[in-house]
């Protein structure tokens, strides 16, 4: 398509002004987001834009969707190359696709052996679309592994999940969310799951009956308010998962591919897990993909022809970009420039945090750093970030998130603190 003069100047997608789109908006859309009054018409590496001239930094980086920058120029060029060469489009999932093969093999191959009891034959992946659908093929795996292999009577299987679990937002997901206004009115809600607080082993041990088939959990809390759970949390539940014949499952949608300084959250306490989710920065934050990795015979296991399926999960455009998206995580080294500049930035933090009488806790690890605040609203300091063109927002409602794109400069993170310094130091 050649772009008329017009279009070519303009900054982002339409002629619309800020005012006719929020008009738009307010009319057409659904109001299921509290929405800071920015509107963004372009973006590129850890940069915002708006009509009005204005440059953001994102320091929430599409909740880890967008680890490598907005627009990664070769994520950009395996799509368009996918489009322009005649092999994006969607394909029934009843034949094969080379590129699909392809994701499939780099993602298998990146995750560490999972589920090492049942063989080290290596993994298999099932791809979809957006991280609560992987949530969800996980709980099928988790009750099918019940169901066959311990013989749990089908419809009794029971999860153990946590406090504060942040999963997703469709009906079996939200069924077993803490977290009232996710759920309130949605019923009936799915049952077979148990919450109880994260990090607490001798509770974990306490819920197992003879019905528990597994045990869903973040390895660090992301919506929840940004917890580190306790250090061998993680361990203990290999142990416990072990011992009782449970599969664990880690849900690394928003803390793995290099969000916390390691490719996958769990690698900080060396444990595997019998499954791992990862979703959002998995295509580089340009088309929705997402993922189940396990243990190649837990595969074969718990998905025949017929029970499982996808129209779009795994299609080509989102493969190629999944392929493209895991080379720069690799080439780009951005799991360990996530632990690099995140342990800068933490310690710059820290010592705005000591000046100011509004924080209460600086945590996380990589690029994934937390701001308690005392006040208990951390959108109050986010609105004043914003007018000061950087973007953050809360987790948790207490907690403001940093998580820029991995791939900040010295710059940037001077940029951050400054703003920091700005609202929270009196
Ligand atoms: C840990 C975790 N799991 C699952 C999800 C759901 O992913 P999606 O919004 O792509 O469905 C999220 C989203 O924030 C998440 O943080």
């Given at each position: 398509?050649?772009?008329?003069?017009?279009?070519?100047?303009?900054?982002?997608?339409?002629?619309?002004?800020?005012?006719?789109?929020?008009?738009?908006?307010?009319?057409?859309?659904?109001?299921?987001?509290?929405?800071?009054?920015?509107?963004?018409?372009?973006?590129?590496?850890?940069?915002?834009?708006?009509?009005?001239?204005?440059?953001?930094?994102?320091?929430?980086?599409?909740?880890?969707?967008?680890?490598?920058?907005?627009?990664?120029?070769?994520?950009?060029?395996?799509?368009?190359?996918?489009?322009?060469?005649?092999?994006?489009?969607?394909?029934?999932?009843?034949?094969?696709?080379?590129?699909?093969?392809?994701?499939?093999?780099?993602?298998?191959?990146?995750?560490?052996?999972?589920?090492?009891?049942?063989?080290?034959?290596?993994?298999?992946?099932?791809?979809?679309?957006?991280?609560?659908?992987?949530?969800?093929?996980?709980?099928?795996?988790?009750?099918?592994?019940?169901?066959?292999?311990?013989?749990?009577?089908?419809?009794?299987?029971?999860?153990?999940?946590?406090?504060?679990?942040?999963?997703?937002?469709?009906?079996?997901?939200?069924?077993?969310?803490?977290?009232?206004?996710?759920?309130?009115?949605?019923?009936?809600?799915?049952?077979?799951f148990k919450a109880i607080p994260y990090g607490d082993l001798a509770a974990t041990e306490k819920m197992i009956t003879k019905n528990t088939c597994g045990i869903l959990v973040e390895p660090m809390q992301g919506e929840g308010g940004m917890y580190q759970p306790p250090q061998g949390f993680l361990k203990g539940l290999r142990e416990l998962a072990d011992k009782y014949n449970l599969l664990l499952a880690f849900d690394e949608i928003q803390v793995g591919l290099g969000r916390t300084g390691k490719t996958f959250c769990f690698e900080h306490e060396n444990v595997v897990p019998d499954a791992v989710v990862l979703g959002k920065a998995i295509s580089g934050g340009l088309v929705p993909l997402s993922v189940l990795v396990t243990?190649?015979?837990?595969?074969?296991?718990?998905?025949?022809?017929?029970?499982?399926?996808?129209?779009?999960?795994?299609?080509?455009?989102?493969?190629?970009?999944?392929?493209?998206?895991?080379?720069?995580?690799?080439?780009?080294?951005?799991?360990?420039?996530?632990?690099?500049?995140?342990?800068?930035?933490?310690?710059?933090?820290?010592?705005?945090?000591?000046?100011?009488?509004?924080?209460?806790?600086?945590?996380?690890?990589?690029?994934?750093?937390?701001?308690?605040?005392?006040?208990?609203?951390?959108?109050?300091?986010?609105?004043?970030?914003?007018?000061?063109?950087?973007?953050?927002?809360?987790?948790?409602?207490?907690?403001?998130?940093?998580?820029?794109?991995?791939?900040?400069?010295?710059?940037?993170?001077?940029?951050?603190?400054?703003?920091?310094?700005?609202?929270?130091?009196?």
């Amino acid at each position: 398509m050649t772009l008329t003069t017009t279009q070519k100047n303009l900054l982002g997608y339409s002629e619309l002004s800020d005012k006719e789109l929020l008009d738009l908006d307010e009319r057409y859309g659904a109001n299921h987001y509290q929405r800071l009054k920015t509107i963004v018409r372009k973006s590129e590496g850890a940069w915002l834009y708006t009509q009005d001239g204005r440059k953001v930094l994102d320091c929430l980086a599409a909740y880890s969707a967008a680890n490598p920058g907005h627009h990664h120029p070769k994520i950009v060029a395996a799509l368009v190359d996918a489009l322009q060469r005649g092999f994006g489009s969607v394909i029934s999932n009843v034949v094969y696709t080379d590129v699909m093969s392809l994701f499939l093999q780099k993602v298998s191959t990146l995750v560490p052996q999972l589920g090492t009891r049942f063989g080290t034959d290596g993994n298999k992946a099932l791809p979809k679309n957006g991280g609560v659908e992987s949530v969800e093929t996980a709980i099928k795996l988790l009750r099918y592994y019940g169901y066959k292999e311990k013989g749990i009577p089908d419809g009794k299987q029971e999860i153990i999940v946590y406090d504060n679990n942040f999963h997703g937002r469709m009906i079996t997901v939200v069924s077993f969310s803490t977290t009232p206004k996710y759920k309130e009115g949605f019923g009936p809600l799915t049952p077979g799951f148990k919450a109880i607080p994260y990090g607490d082993l001798a509770a974990t041990e306490k819920m197992i009956t003879k019905n528990t088939c597994g045990i869903l959990v973040e390895p660090m809390q992301g919506e929840g308010g940004m917890y580190q759970p306790p250090q061998g949390f993680l361990k203990g539940l290999r142990e416990l998962a072990d011992k009782y014949n449970l599969l664990l499952a880690f849900d690394e949608i928003q803390v793995g591919l290099g969000r916390t300084g390691k490719t996958f959250c769990f690698e900080h306490e060396n444990v595997v897990p019998d499954a791992v989710v990862l979703g959002k920065a998995i295509s580089g934050g340009l088309v929705p993909l997402s993922v189940l990795v396990t243990n190649r015979s837990l595969m074969d296991l718990a998905f025949k022809p017929g029970s499982d399926g996808s129209t779009y999960g795994g299609y080509p455009l989102a493969c190629a970009a999944g392929v493209a998206a895991l080379d720069v995580l690799h080439d780009e080294k951005l799991a360990e420039r996530s632990a690099t500049t995140g342990k800068i930035l933490k310690e710059k933090i820290e010592k705005v945090a000591a000046r100011s009488s509004h924080v209460k806790e600086v945590r996380g690890r990589g690029l994934f750093i937390g701001i308690e605040v005392k006040s208990g609203d951390a959108m109050v300091y986010c609105r004043k970030l914003l007018d000061l063109d950087m973007l953050a927002n809360d987790s948790h409602g207490h907690t403001i998130r940093i998580s820029p794109p991995l791939v900040i400069n010295d710059d940037e993170v001077n940029y951050i603190v400054e703003r920091l310094e700005k609202v929270l130091v009196d």
